[in-house]
């Protein structure tokens, strides 16, 4: 077994996107068999925000915006310095990938979308399905125990739901257009 103090640790992001009639978006992951939120890797030149939400939109066709603190007292425009949003939570998981066991260091975020809009259980042609989910409905999903516990925390905070209408401001980032194709039609 590799020692775990030796294994790569690979930046993430991924978004708790909820929607003001209390749903919150989740992809059904095919290679774990589990739903889960979206996200993926930070690439080379974005920043966490750029990344969450550019994820976001590939994988499930959402224009969301990020919720919650962002201390713009401490960014400085003449010295190029700026301030990001600040994660819900940080994890860290293991991967436990059979050709290269790793950690991602994920930061996961709260965001919000206008409305659980027409999205339901779409499937936007590269083999992921999502869905917007009460918490009754996610809890009837086959989802990983840790994550289990995180849904039911969000869905507990209050805090977090009433960040949607502090932060009604249209989104931040648009998924670039798909060359007349609807990104929700299946192929």
């Given at each position: ?42 690439e ?96 009837r ?11 039911a925390?969000?869905?507990?905070d ?30």
């Amino acid at each position: 077994m590799t020692d775990p103090g030796k294994l790569a640790r690979q930046l993430t992001v991924s978004g708790l996107v909820i929607a003001p009639s209390r749903r919150v978006l989740l992809i059904n992951h095919r290679k774990l068999g589990v739903w889960l939120y979206p996200g993926g890797h930070v690439e080379h030149g974005e920043t966490p925000d750029e990344a969450l939400l550019r994820e976001i939109a590939e994988e499930t066709g959402v224009a969301a915006r990020l919720l919650g603190e962002r201390d713009g007292a401490l960014g400085d425009p003449a010295a190029d310095v700026s301030v990001l949003a600040t994660p819900y939570v940080v994890l860290c998981e293991r991967i436990n990938d059979r050709s290269e066991p790793h950690y991602h260091i994920d930061l996961v975020y709260l965001c919000g979308a206008a409305e659980a809009g027409p999205l339901d259980r779409f499937d936007h042609g590269g083999g992921t399905e999502a869905g917007w989910f009460s918490a009754e409905e996610a809890f009837r999903l086959r989802l990983f125990p840790s994550f289990r516990a995180l849904l039911a925390r969000l869905f507990a905070d209050a805090a977090a739901w009433s960040l949607l209408a502090e932060n009604a401001e249209p989104p931040t980032w648009r998924a670039p257009a798909h060359h007349g194709r609807d990104p929700r039609a299946r192929p």
